[in-house]
Nanobody, 124 residues
Framework: QVQLVESGGGLVQAGGSLRLSCAAS????????MGWFRQAPGKEREFVAS????????EYAESVKGRVTISRDNAKNTMYLQMNSLKPEDTAVYYC?????????????????WGQGTQVTVSS
């Protein structure tokens, strides 16, 4: 089992920045890749970014590309999401997720473990 805990959400004005963190514990050696998803009220959960747990390759949603950077610190078992130039449409609950095998990075279903989510609100 892997446990994930997000932190770093909050209220920020449009154009501002936030850094989200996701601390992993438990069987972290089983993690193959991790990702960030978000879900706004009344909308489906959508992919934001993903990163291999042992490597630097990352994927980004087109809606955030150029404004968001995903990274991880394996020594701390922590993944980060640096978000800049935030827009009101970025407002959502942000979830981190971990998967133990390959498969699509863009769909929530292949991910095996999820955090509880952290609220990000961007005011205009």
């Amino acid at each position: 089992q892997v446990q994930l805990v997000e932190s770093g959400g909050g209220l920020v004005q449009a154009g501002g920045s936030l850094r989200l963190s996701c601390a992993a514990s438990g069987r972290t050696s089983s993690i193959y890749a991790m990702g960030w998803f978000r879900q706004a009220p009344g909308k489906e959960r959508e992919f934001v970014a993903s990163i291999y747990w042992s490597g630097s390759s990352a994927e980004y949603a087109e809606s955030v590309k150029g404004r968001v950077t995903i990274s991880r610190d394996n020594a701390k078992n922590t993944m980060y999401l640096q978000m800049n130039s935030l827009k009101p449409e970025d407002t959502a609950v942000y979830y981190c997720a971990a998967k133990v095998r390959g498969g699509s990075y863009y769909s929530p279903s292949p991910y095996d473990y999820w955090g509880q989510g952290t609220q990000v609100t961007v005011s205009s």
